[in-house]
């Protein structure tokens, strides 16, 4: 692949991602925020606040830096304090987005195995608390990113006139490397190995859970078997998850080998004749790309989030009822919670055998001595 081609590349896909994947963001906080999608408190809190730590990501990493970084010879945060800041912002917003996904996915899980974890956790000050803490932690954790880079003058030859610009860069310490380190499992390994873990926890708890159905209480699921219902709902399972892992793991990989087999200092980042910089940089635009399709996903998993989606676009305020229990999917799965029971859409015949009238008679107050009132009670 070409030099050109590929920055050309890059220069169109990160404004793009921008402008497509900011808007989708803010109207998926406001979708699940304010419109009837079938979830539960928790699950509103956790999506809604994913939903704007991935905005912030989009913000800094993609618009800020990559964006500016392609189209402008000197983007205002190769300077102090900017160079550093950045950094930390960076940094705080991808921790965040990771850890919430992790914090979220554990707590399904123990909903769904514990009714004490599942009175707790539903709890919408408990989940407030969570969301905030798991941001603080992340932007806090992120601080001694901002001494990974430096600033200082560098010759550059642009359009055949020799300069001094100031560039921040990545500084080449060993105290460096070792945060990079810490930072690449914290914000890629460790979060991607505890979600496959907990979405299979969950998908072997559902499997399980089906045993508490009798036959009869299979056949009345709307003539369609738990089966089927349980394999439509691990399948959307796995399509969160799976897009999560295949979007972050190549990012991870191709990370460790750039900072073990190409840490030197003399390595050219930006020469793409060299394979593993091609492949570090759709890594990149992989990873990126996760921090904006989850509006996708959940059109993908969700049907009550498919038909608010519809019944907005129609002008439409009433959501639709929930038809039968096959619409439980993913994001029901993702959003347990206890729902008042609604009247059904199927009339039920209840027909009552053996009974046997009795009559009461109670004299009337004030009546003559022959005056009663007869009512009827049947027993059965």
Aim: charged fraction near 15%; aromatic fraction near 12%.
């Amino acid at each position: 692949m070409e030099t050109t081609a590929f920055v050309a590349v890059q220069k169109v896909y990160y404004p793009l991602l921008c402008v497509i994947g900011i808007p989708a963001n803010l109207f998926t906080f406001y979708m699940i925020c304010f419109r009837k999608c079938g979830m539960s408190n928790t699950a509103i809190i956790y999506l809604s606040c994913l939903a704007l730590v991935d905005t912030f990501y989009l913000v800094w990493v993609i618009l800020v830096d990559l964006t500016l970084t392609f189209w402008l010879l000197q983007p205002f945060w190769h300077s102090y304090p900017w160079c550093a800041i950045l950094g930390f912002l960076q940094y705080g917003s991808l921790y965040s987005s990771s850890w919430i996904v992790v914090v979220f996915t554990i707590e399904r899980y123990l909903v769904l195995r514990s009714t004490a974890a599942k009175q707790h956790f539903s709890q919408a000050r408990v989940t407030k608390l969570t969301c905030v803490a798991i941001v603080l932690v992340s932007h806090l954790a992120s601080v001694p990113l901002g001494w990974i880079n430096t600033v200082t003058p560098v010759d550059l030859t642009v359009d055949g006139v020799n300069m001094t610009l100031p560039r921040c860069h990545y500084r080449n310490k060993v105290y460096t490397t070792v945060i990079v380190w810490i930072t690449t499992f914290l914000s890629g390994g460790i979060p991607i190995v505890l979600v496959i873990i907990f979405n299979y926890l969950i998908g072997h708890h559902l499997c399980r859970a089906t045993n508490i159905f009798t036959k009869e209480e299979r056949r009345a699921m709307h003539g369609r078997s738990t089966r089927g219902m349980l394999k439509r709902t691990i399948l959307l399972l796995g399509t969160v998850s799976v897009a999560f892992v295949v979007l972050s793991l190549p990012r991870f990989v191709t990370y460790c080998i750039l900072r073990t087999k190409y840490n030197y200092e003399d390595f050219d980042r930006n020469d793409y004749s060299i394979p593993i910089n091609v492949a570090g940089d759709l890594a990149n635009m992989l990873q990126n790309l996760n921090s904006a399709t989850n509006f996708l996903l959940y059109c993908m998993v969700s049907r009550r989030f498919r038909q608010e989606l519809v019944q907005m676009a129609t002008c439409k305020a009433k959501a639709l009822e929930l038809g039968s229990i096959l619409s439980h999917t993913t994001m029901k799965v993702f959003s347990v919670a206890v729902h008042k029971a609604s009247p059904s859409s199927d009339p039920v015949a209840v027909v009552l055998t053996n009974l046997k009238p009795t009559v009461e008679r109670t004299r009337k107050k004030g009546q003559g001595s022959n005056c009663y009132i007869e009512r009827v009670n049947i027993h059965p």
